[in-house]
Each structure stands twice: as C-alpha cells, then as structure tokens.
C-alpha cells in the first residue's frame, strides 16, 4: 500500500503542479474564463486513463482461466510499464526545470489557436502521469487479491491534489527539486522489483527457463508471511526467495538506471554572443 500512496502521491503532485501553472497563466494574463477549458481537458486525461486500466483488468480477467496466458501478460506488461514509467522518471527530471515556462508558453499560443488548442494542451499535461500511474499501479498490483494497492493510490491522489491546492495558494512551501528527485529514485526501486518479478511470471509461463534455478533463499530469515515480509513485499516486491534470472534482471535493471539517474544533468551552455566587427562597432 505505501508504495501505491507514494505512486499516487507522486504523479498526482506533477499533475496538480502542471494544472496550477496553466490556471495560474489564465487568471494573471486575463484569462480567467478559459479556466473551464483547461479542466475539460484534465477530465478527458483521467477518463482516458481509467479507461486504460479498465481495459488492462478486462484482459486479465480474460485470461485468468488460463494460468500460462495469465503469467505470460502479467510479465510482458510488467517489463513494458517499468519501461514506460523510467523514461517518464527520466524525462521529469530532465524537464522540471524548465516545464513552468514551457507549459506558459504553450498556453500562450494555445490562446492565439482557440478554446481546442487550450483544451488539447491540457489534456496532453496531464495525460502523461494519469496514464503513468494507470500502468505503474496495474503492474504492481497485479498479484494484489485485495483492494489496498488501490485505496493507497487514491489516498496519494488525495493528499496530492490537497498539497496542489495549498501550493497554489501560497499556503506550504514544497522544495519541489528536492521532492521529485528523492521520490524518482523510491520508483526506481519499485521499478526494479516489478521488473524482476515480470521475469518471473514469465519463468512460471514457461516462456523463459530456470523456474527451478534459486539464486538464494533467506524464507528463514524473511518469512513471506511476515509482517516486514509482507512490507517488502507491497513496497519493493521483494522475494526472499528469487530465481537466477529474477535476481539478474533486478540488478541489470537497478545498479544501471540509478547511475544514470544521479548523474549530474548537464545544462546546456548558452549561445555565445558573436564578437562585433571593426565596421560595426563604427
């Protein structure tokens, strides 16, 4: 469950975030009327996106029957959400720098298109992590037989659009910097347990071999019925007890993409000022 909160606490902090600066750059360029067009787009971001997740439960209520097809879309789906979800990790930190001025600068010539152009940008802000966290959530609660992974996602909804709401009135004051970047490196470790157990479903379809292969096995030590067991579990989906093949995709995965996350970004320089001529400096 706390890792669902912390997914939904995340991603619905970014979109409360991005929906502040848009409704923000309406009221203070005098543009308060369009405000309703901005959350027509946010609603048809989410209906959108609840769609996906309907649509992910109904395939896998489809093959439930079958315990190899089961496992088979449970790790194929696994392995592509992790893949999505990293590459939104990445572009958010890559982008958060400067996505205010690039979201009022798109809204800007949002206004000069028309009311479509405004609804269509606020639908494509907000798309990115409501189907993020459709995905993220799917994969890390697909062996879930109770509906905790979803409370504690909507619980991270809540608490996100209340700290967007106080954020936006001035009320708290969040390092923002701070917040994304320790809370990415959190989702690289759920990431690398979900990849790893992606592999594993698919060892248990028998589309990949060593099923029987243990790495390791400290049950003993962390019982899986345990409550700490349990707790790692829901958090980093760990397994006392891991494959050869699990235990090598979570480090190919993890030791890699953490590098390259921690790496200092570079900015690039700016475009150096071409020295004036004899005849121009006349």
Do not use: C
Request: charged share 15%.
């Amino acid at each position: 469950m706390l890792a669902n909160y912390l997914i939904g606490l995340r991603e619905g902090l970014e979109a409360s975030l991005v929906v502040s600066i848009l409704a923000t750059f309406l009221v203070k360029s005098g543009h308060r009327d369009r405000l309703k067009l901005v959350w027509i787009g946010v609603g048809a971001a989410l209906a959108v996106a609840a769609a996906a997740w309907g649509l992910l439960q109904f395939v896998t209520a489809l093959t439930a029957r079958s315990f190899t097809a089961q496992e088979t879309i449970g790790g194929v789906m696994s392995i592509l959400a992790v893949g999505f979800v990293t590459w939104m990790i990445f572009w958010m930190r890559k982008a958060s720098r400067g996505i205010a001025k690039e979201l009022r600068e798109r809204m800007g010539q949002a206004l000069e298109i028309g009311s479509r152009a405004v609804v269509i940008l606020a639908f494509l802000a907000v798309f990115r992590e409501s189907i993020e966290t459709a995905f993220i959530v799917y994969a890390s609660a697909a062996l879930a037989t109770t509906a905790v992974p979803l409370i504690g996602v909507l619980l991270g909804l809540a608490t996100s659009v209340l700290l967007g709401i106080a954020i936006y009135r001035g009320a708290v004051k969040v390092n923002l910097a701070v917040f994304f970047k320790w809370t990415g490196a959190v989702l690289i470790l759920v990431a690398a347990g979900i990849f790893a157990y992606g592999f594993h479903d698919l060892q248990e379809a028998g589309v990949l071999p060593g099923l029987q292969h243990l790495a390791f096995d400290i049950s003993h030590v962390v019982p899986p019925d345990s409550w700490y067991g349990v707790l790692l579990k829901g958090i980093f989906n760990f397994n006392p007890a891991p494959t050869v093949l699990e235990s090598i995709a979570w480090l190919a995965y993890l030791v890699p993409v953490l590098i390259l996350y921690f790496r200092p970004v570079r900015t690039p320089a700016p475009p150096a000022v071409p020295a004036k001529t004899a005849e121009e400096a006349i």
